[in-house]
């Protein structure tokens, strides 16, 4: 096979150019269709599985995914970051990346299946054993399909990649439904995760014709796990934070407890993340080909953020004002403290929209030393607080967590602006006006609430009509508080007249 391979050193000192941009603007559209379809798609699946699953069912697979997504970060997360930021790259190098992610994947299911036992005792679930072990067995059927991925998406076939997920979702979101509708319980989770794995895999073939060679270095290996390192462990650090949480309520306060957190933190994560993880995944990918141009860099960061930040800050908001009413009328009544948590969630929409950004501006740049200690020291935060919390009940839990992440929003800036020149005046400079206006709309939503709710649940009617007229308050709001949204109302939405100097 002719080997492939791309050099885009001469472009070093490329602006975020028109052809940058139409990519960009593509790539975006394609990331936001699929980030949209994948939030519908997941929201009814996962409505439907809160329905017909129990409290400890939902919250034994939480516990039981943390241990996946280690398996998947150590296999693929670090190598798989390196093909999308190598300025050139042929087929040695993705060789040796396809096969080391083979290796430790399989090296993986081999500890899991040792371990498992071990680990349901020290978290005092016996439930855990069997679900744990057979779901390590996607693991090796995932980073079968990664390098294909990551070489789909550096080439911008984001079109591809996002039909992919699409598929993939709805066949192992079918096959969960029915599963736990034949009474499956916990199986039913597994299921899915095994069959979306295969067919993504088996789409990601397909999308990028590369068949893996016998070609393998163990110099090129060392070179690859310099680059890597880091990075993997700042996204397994990044993991738990979110899910370490998960195994000290479950050891602490049972799975039930455990299911009630994740729906909470779930239905906050569906609202925000197909406002914000289509322009994280598009901006990895130009920020990698900027890495050499601070200037175009700051330009593309605050273009997206800014945009961004207008869609997250109002949803996560939004959501926040309704969700102790939402949340029980869309999972059913059994989800109540559910909804009560991710009314604290919500207040992250700050740390959380912006920890988006700061991760691909690091790696693009090879800063992944600084993700390192950023991570160290959340996730320090993260188990000094939540230990502390524990003692008085989920709330605080929560509470803690939020906390942490305006503690350690400040470092992320710091780092941000050492590694990359983009100081918190040009962060600040793209998110006040979506945050007054979303402040102001969650303010008048509370208040409109309380006047004519008088504190009782609503029916779905009045909670469509309000947040109607929440998202219409919001979006007259931003247009008059910021030039910017009103020329971008006025052109289209062309993400070009998002200039540095607007």
Known sequence: MTEKSTDFSNNASALFDESLRKKSKTSLGWTVARALSDQVF???????????????????????????????????????????????????????IFWTNMAIAIAYVALIWICAPLLSDLLNQPGLTQPLQILSLALPINALGASHFALRLREFGHKTVALRSILAGIIGGSAAVAAAMLGWGIWSLVVQRCVAETVSTILAWASYRWIPGLQFSWPQAKRNFAFSSNLTVAQLIFL???????????????????????????????????????????????????QDNPVAMKQAYKAMLGICAALSFPALVGFGVIAPDLVPLIFGTKWQAAGDLAQVFAFMAIPYT??????????????????????????VLTLILTLLALP???????????????????????FLKEASGIGSLTTFDAIKAPFFASTAMGLLLWAALQIFAGGEPLPWRALIAAMAAAALFYGAALLVISATYRRLVSDFLPLKELSPHA
């Open 42 to 96: 997941s929201l009814v699946i996962f409505i439907m599985l809160a329905r017909l699953l129990t409290k400890e069912e939902i919250g034994i697979f939480a516990m039981v995914y943390v241990f996946s997504e280690v398996g998947r970060i150590l296999a693929t997360g670090g190598l798989v970051q390196l093909i999308a930021r190598s300025k050139k790259i042929d087929n040695l190098q993705i060789n040796t």
């Open 240 to 290: 738990m934070l979110v899910r370490i949480q998960d195994l000290l309520i479950g050891a602490s306060l049972g799975a039930a407890a455990v299911g009630v957190y994740r729906v909470a933190w779930r239905s906050t994560e569906m609202f925000a993340n197909a406002a914000i993880q289509p322009f994280s995944a598009v901006g990895l990918q130009i920020y990698s080909r900027l």
């Open 354 to 379: 912006l920890n988006f950004f700061a991760s691909p501006v690091l790696s693009a740049v090879g800063n992944t030393h600084r993700q390192r200690t950023l991570a160290i020291t959340q996730l």
């Open 392 to 414: 008085y009940g989920l709330t605080a839990v929560a509470i803690a967590y939020v906390v942490r992440s305006y503690l350690t929003l400040p470092l992320q800036m710091y």
